[in-house]
């Protein structure tokens, strides 16, 4: 069900375009009567509260209790209430109690709340660190 590829088990590393937010990064929400097909990047925070089918890099994402991602998360921060899909590498992810989860996600700090539907792999970003 799931594949390795050599960029999604990666934790974000500082890119240049968006390691220092500008002053006017802020939020930005996509709400529940919007799907998007295609890639989303955002210096700031983005929540999905509507469908995304596509990657999404960001310094935060928020996938709020309708909200539904299907493809591969890059942010500092995740946090999943709704549905998500792929693969995600974050250095914080929190599954809330309404998530449901079928995902292969590299981390550094991980909290499943107890009624979290998950499916899938976790990695501890040290575990690959540690190898190699």
């Not at 088990?9 to 939020?27: C, M, Q, S, V, Y």
């Not at 799907?35 to 999404?56: C, F, M, P, R, Y």
């Not at 946090?79 to 590498?89: F, I, T, Y």
């Given at each position: 069900?799931?594949?390795?590829?050599?960029?999604?088990?990666?934790?974000?590393?500082?890119?240049?375009?968006?390691?220092?937010?500008?002053?006017?990064?802020?939020?930005?929400?996509?709400?529940?009567?919007?799907?998007?097909?295609?890639?989303?990047?955002?210096?700031?925070?983005?929540?999905?509260?509507?469908?995304?089918?596509?990657?999404?890099?960001?310094?935060?994402?928020?996938?709020?209790?309708?909200?539904?991602?299907?493809?591969?998360?890059?942010?500092?921060?995740?946090?999943?209430?709704?549905?998500?899909?792929?693969?995600?590498?974050?250095?914080?992810?929190?599954?809330?109690?309404?998530?449901?989860?079928?995902?292969?996600?590299?981390?550094?700090?991980l909290v499943i709340e107890s009624g979290?539907?998950?499916?899938?792999?976790?990695?501890?970003?040290?575990?690959?660190?540690a190898k190699g």
């Amino acid at each position: 069900m799931f594949t390795k590829s050599a960029e999604g088990d990666t934790l974000p590393g500082p890119r240049p375009e968006i390691a220092r937010p500008e002053a006017g990064a802020g939020r930005s929400h996509l709400s529940a009567d919007l799907k998007v097909v295609g890639n989303i990047s955002s210096a700031g925070t983005v929540e999905v509260l509507g469908e995304v089918q596509g990657d999404i890099e960001a310094k935060a994402l928020v996938i709020g209790s309708e909200g539904q991602v299907t493809g591969k998360v890059r942010a500092e921060s995740l946090e999943v209430r709704g549905k998500l899909d792929g693969s995600a590498a974050c250095r914080q992810a929190v599954l809330r109690s309404t998530a449901a989860a079928a995902v292969q996600v590299t981390y550094e700090t991980l909290v499943i709340e107890s009624g979290a539907e998950v499916e899938g792999k976790f990695k501890h970003a040290s575990a690959k660190a540690a190898k190699g």
